[in-house]
């Protein structure tokens, strides 16, 4: 299916000023039901949760619908679906209730490509427990990660693995099944964090074989907040620290104080929009599942026409290569600093920041070093205009 891609625009109250937003990686544009949803749910009579006031029922029913909406959107069970300040915030408080259990001997995989964000709360647990970090490299020359060099690192005192969805730098999306079935094949946990992936193509927990999966709404058309999707079952083996009267219960125990309904709120109403462009036919995972196969299907085409216009300019170098990716592009320039670009498109109405975006190990191992380059990420919203400002903003740039 195909979606309109001017009706989408038009949610979007941001895109008025006339920028072109190739910024998406770093978090999308926020539409208008998404802050009437965080509005409405902010004036409505509100409490802590519960079932005898109208105030009660309200914000449960705001938590209830959006642990079902994240469900749908990712193939997990809602009753596994825990809530959190961040992607960042749930993968450190994770990793504490994880590693309480590991020790000296114990192993734990993590993958130079992957954001910081699914490195340094691993490495971090471990040296806390004394366990051993293995390091699996990706090729600089093509920006895969094959499955085989995480296999190889993989024993029976491997106690989890930690890799990415799809590179928030290069937008790699190595093959998360195989690497998951070889971890589980050692007994190990798997923890896969879906920020970049989740924004850009269908996503079915299940099938991927992630034990835990973190995605974040503010990537793909909603708010500031984090979620982790897992097996209920799963997670009842767990037990954090919490406050003595919090629930026990799964996944509220993980759910360190209240939680910010109005921005539930508007996860719910984002995934719905994305629902709503393949019409109204079907359930809503069904018509999530064929949403954002014609976004992606949109957002290759379109990356397509920034790789062949790119590849025509002198001295630019186009980082992305790996045969699966997202619609996000790193590029460097010879002898010009990436974050001149940055500067040069601003100036054009063009959004397209440099750095390395806390992809720091894939910016270092790419030979970047701290520095990174320009990332091109596209968003459902982009358009072909958006890409011809951009194309003309980097040849404006580059011959002056």
Same mark, same amino acid.
């Given at each position: 299916?195909?979606?309109?891609?001017?009706?989408?625009?038009?949610?979007?109250?941001?895109?008025?000023?006339?920028?072109?937003?190739?910024?998406?990686?770093?978090?999308?544009?926020?539409?208008? *039901?998404?802050?009437?949803?965080?509005?409405?749910?902010?004036?409505?009579?509100?409490?802590?949760?519960?079932?005898?006031?109208?105030?009660?029922?309200?914000?449960?029913?705001?938590?209830? /619908?959006?642990?079902?909406?994240?469900?749908?959107?990712?193939?997990?069970?809602?009753?596994?679906?825990?809530?959190?300040?961040?992607?960042?915030?749930?993968?450190?408080?994770?990793?504490?209730?994880?590693?309480?259990?590991?020790?000296?001997?114990?192993?734990? *995989?993590?993958?130079?490509?992957?954001?910081?964000?699914?490195?340094?709360?691993?490495?971090?647990?471990?040296?806390?427990?004394?366990?051993? *970090?293995?390091?699996?490299?990706?090729?600089?020359?093509?920006?895969?990660?094959?499955?085989?060099?995480?296999?190889?690192?993989?024993?029976?005192?491997?106690?989890?693995?930690?890799?990415?969805?799809?590179? +928030?730098?290069?937008?790699?999306?190595?093959?998360?099944?195989?690497?998951?079935?070889?971890?589980?094949?050692?007994?190990?946990?798997?923890?896969?964090?879906?920020?970049?992936?989740?924004?850009?193509?269908?996503?079915? *927990?299940?099938?991927?074989?992630?034990?835990?999966?973190?995605?974040?709404?503010?990537?793909?058309?909603?708010?500031?907040?984090?979620?982790?999707?897992? %097996?209920?079952?799963?997670? /009842?083996?767990?037990?954090?620290?919490?406050?003595?009267?919090?629930? +026990?219960?799964?996944?509220?125990?993980?759910?360190?104080?209240?939680?910010?309904?109005?921005?539930?709120?508007?996860?719910?109403?984002?995934?719905?929009?994305?629902?709503?462009?393949?019409?109204? /036919?079907?359930?809503?995972?069904?018509?999530?599942?064929?949403?954002?196969?014609?976004?992606?299907?949109?957002?290759?085409?379109? =990356?397509?026409?920034?790789?062949?216009?790119?590849?025509?300019?002198?001295?630019?170098?186009?980082?992305?290569?790996?045969?699966?990716?997202?619609?996000?592009?790193?590029?460097?320039?010879?002898?010009?600093?990436?974050?001149?670009?940055?500067?040069?498109?601003?100036?054009?109405?063009? +959004?397209?920041?440099?750095?390395?975006?806390?992809?720091?190990?894939?910016? =270092?191992?790419?030979?970047?070093?701290?520095?990174?380059?320009?990332?091109?990420?596209? %968003?459902?919203?982009?358009?072909?205009?958006?890409?011809?400002?951009?194309?003309?903003?980097?040849?404006?740039?580059?011959?002056?």
């Amino acid at each position: 299916m195909s979606f309109d891609v001017a009706a989408l625009r038009a949610h979007f109250p941001a895109l008025t000023d006339g920028a072109a937003h190739f910024d998406g990686p770093g978090g999308s544009q926020t539409p208008d *039901v998404v802050a009437q949803a965080v509005a409405a749910t902010m004036t409505q009579p509100m409490a802590i949760r519960g079932s005898v006031t109208q105030a009660e029922r309200n914000a449960d029913a705001v938590v209830v /619908e959006a642990r079902q909406a994240v469900a749908d959107l990712t193939g997990g069970h809602p009753g596994g679906v825990v809530f959190g300040r961040s992607a960042t915030a749930l993968t450190y408080e994770f990793a504490r209730a994880l590693s309480a259990g590991w020790g000296a001997g114990d192993e734990v *995989v993590v993958t130079r490509l992957d954001h910081d964000a699914n490195i340094r709360p691993w490495v971090q647990a471990a040296e806390a427990c004394g366990a051993t *970090v293995r390091w699996a490299d990706f090729d600089p020359a093509t920006g895969e990660l094959d499955p085989a060099t995480v296999g190889a690192l993989l024993s029976d005192r491997t106690r989890l693995v930690a890799l990415t969805g799809a590179s +928030n730098l290069l937008g790699t999306r190595p093959d998360v099944a195989a690497i998951t079935a070889l971890a589980h094949d050692a007994g190990a946990l798997t923890w896969v964090d879906g920020v970049h992936l989740t924004a850009h193509a269908p996503v079915d *927990v299940t099938a991927l074989g992630a034990d835990f999966f973190v995605c974040s709404p503010y990537k793909f058309l909603g708010p500031h907040v984090g979620c982790l999707v897992a %097996a209920p079952e799963l997670l /009842e083996t767990l037990h954090p620290e919490k406050l003595l009267p919090s629930s +026990n219960a799964v996944p509220e125990r993980f759910e360190l104080g209240t939680l910010p309904y109005e921005l539930l709120a508007g996860t719910t109403a984002a995934i719905d929009l994305i629902a709503a462009q393949a019409g109204a /036919e079907g359930d809503r995972r069904s018509r999530l599942v064929a949403a954002m196969a014609a976004f992606e299907q949109h957002e290759d085409r379109l =990356r397509e026409r920034v790789e062949d216009g790119v590849r025509d300019l002198p001295g630019v170098t186009l980082w992305s290569r790996a045969a699966l990716r997202t619609p996000t592009l790193l590029l460097t320039f010879d002898g010009r600093d990436a974050a001149e670009a940055h500067r040069a498109l601003a100036e054009r109405g063009v +959004n397209a920041p440099a750095g390395s975006f806390y992809a720091i190990e894939a910016s =270092r191992h790419l030979g970047l070093g701290d520095a990174g380059g320009l990332r091109v990420g596209l %968003a459902p919203y982009t358009d072909d205009a958006d890409v011809d400002r951009l194309l003309a903003g980097l040849r404006e740039w580059l011959a002056a």
